[in-house]
């Protein structure tokens, strides 16, 4: 791990089981690349984009030593009987693709938005759809993306 990219992943434990699985999919993903990482834990996918740009301005006010080369979010939204789930869905993938155009960021989007517990348990499961991991793989991806065009 010692050598590979350091990567913040931001877990949204709304759905413990559910963000359960999708972590470990992720960590799975990492380490078979040597990749380092971090973990967050945020209430909901509403506080991800946050903690993801907490973790830049850190770095821009140097109040840190940590850096991270790429971000992997996770987490799951289910839709309910109100419209909260497709406020939340919004303001979550708005808020992390704005801060991925503004700062160049090499991040995996692993937030899940499904109509049923059921498919979320499928999409998130590391020996089935394994969402968590293929996150964690296009963080991966981005970095090398962002080295073949010289960033």
């Known amino acids: 791990m010692a050598g590979g990219p350091r990567i913040l992943i931001v877990e949204a434990r709304f759905y413990d089981d559910i ?31 946050a903690v993801v740009r907490y973790a830049i301005r850190s770095i821009e006010l140097r109040a840190t ?18 419209d909260h789930y497709e406020n939340a869905c919004r ?11 503004t700062y160049s960021l090499a991040l995996g989007n692993g937030i899940l938005t499904c109509q049923t517990y059921e498919q979320a348990l499928e ?25 073949e065009l010289g960033l």
Not at 65 to 82: F, I, N, S
Not at 130 to 138: E, L
């Open 123 to 147: 999409r998130s499961d590391p020996d089935k759809r394994d969402f968590g991991g293929q996150a964690a793989r296009a963080c991966l991806r981005m970095l090398k993306v962002k080295r």
């Open 65 to 82: 030593d940590h850096r991270y080369a790429g971000y992997v979010v996770l987490g799951c939204a289910l839709k309910g009987e109100t």
């Open 19 to 49: 963000t359960d699985n999708l972590v470990r999919g992720a960590i799975n993903a990492l380490e078979k690349e040597g990749a380092g990482f971090k973990r967050i834990i945020v209430p909901g996918i509403i506080e991800a984009p």
């Open 91 to 101: 303001v979550a993938i708005d808020g992390l693709m704005h801060l991925t155009l």
